[in-house]
């Protein structure tokens, strides 16, 4: 397992890592309402920040990627055949090496990704009643010192 700076050639494989996540593990999110984020990630994923990082298996493959914006951690995305292997944990340590202190929001109601962060060390700091987009997905805002 190795990390290292996402390529922007690699853009379409990001996208693929999310949509395969998001429908993995966000089941509260209606599929059409997934369609409709599909042009803002790939904008997300092609702008020139957050600074991106992958974790790949020892073949190069990528198996998650991770967007910053300074100590933030805008995404977190692993495929669902990579879940609950130490690839999501080693690239949190990975921003924390970087960073240190981390903010990161979750979905409220993806209890998983909320049980890996805590595991992780990180503590809830607030709430919002919508995402980043007004969607009505509340978040949780979560701070690791």
Not at 29 to 37: A, F, G, K, Q, S
Not at 62 to 85: H, Q, T, V, W, Y
Request: with cysteine; proline share 5%; hydrophobic share 40%.
């Amino acid at each position: 397992m190795f990390i290292r700076r996402s390529l922007p050639v690699e853009r379409n494989i990001l996208l693929d890592v999310w949509l395969r996540s998001v429908r993995a593990t966000h089941s509260f999110v209606p599929e059409e309402d997934v369609e409709l984020m599909i042009p803002q990630v790939q904008s997300y994923l092609a702008s020139s920040e957050p600074e991106f990082w992958v974790v790949c298996d020892d073949s190069g493959t990528i198996r998650g990627f991770m967007g910053m914006a300074g100590n933030k951690m805008e995404s977190l995305f692993l495929a669902p055949d990579s879940l609950r292997r130490g690839w999501g944990r080693r690239l949190v340590q990975h921003a924390q090496e970087l960073y240190g202190e981390l903010m990161v929001d979750v979905n409220e109601q993806n209890q998983a990704a909320r049980a890996f962060y805590e595991a992780c060390g990180f503590v809830v700091e607030g709430r919002s009643d919508l995402d980043d987009e007004g969607r009505p997905y509340p978040l949780l805002h979560l701070r690791l010192a």
